[in-house]
């Protein structure tokens, strides 16, 4: 069974810096591209950043210039370094296995506040 534990959520003000981390166990990390998704009270989750098994990453316009998504396999980690912080990026913050999104499975998530 694939698990993803995600983790580094918080409270912090305009302009403040978080970094998001997901271990995931029950599968072979290295073989799959990974994203972090959120979602916002009332709106629909929506794809943040996504990384490959090689290191290519991809962004929500919102984001760019200000997140960075990055890995390391050998501890079955993915990460995401948001600075920059606006209210706006207030939500739940999941990762996932990027080819199983569709089957709307997700965990816990943590919580990302920004304040104003």
């Known amino acids: 069974q694939v698990q993803l534990v995600e983790s580094g959520g918080g409270l912090v003000q305009a302009g403040g810096s978080l970094k998001l981390s997901c271990k995931a166990s029950g599968i072979i990390f290295s073989s799959y591209a990974m994203g972090w998704y959120r979602q916002a009270p009332g709106k629909q989750r929506e794809m943040v950043a996504t990384?490959?098994?090689?290191?290519?990453?991809n962004y929500a316009d919102s984001v760019k210039a200000r997140f960075t998504i990055s890995r390391d396999n050998a501890e079955n980690t993915v990460y995401l370094q948001m600075n920059s912080l606006k209210p706006e990026d207030t939500a739940v913050y999941y990762c996932n296995v990027k080819r199983l999104t569709s089957y709307d499975l997700w965990g816990q998530g943590t919580q990302v506040t920004v304040s104003s």
């Open positions: 990384i490959t098994r090689g290191g290519n990453t």
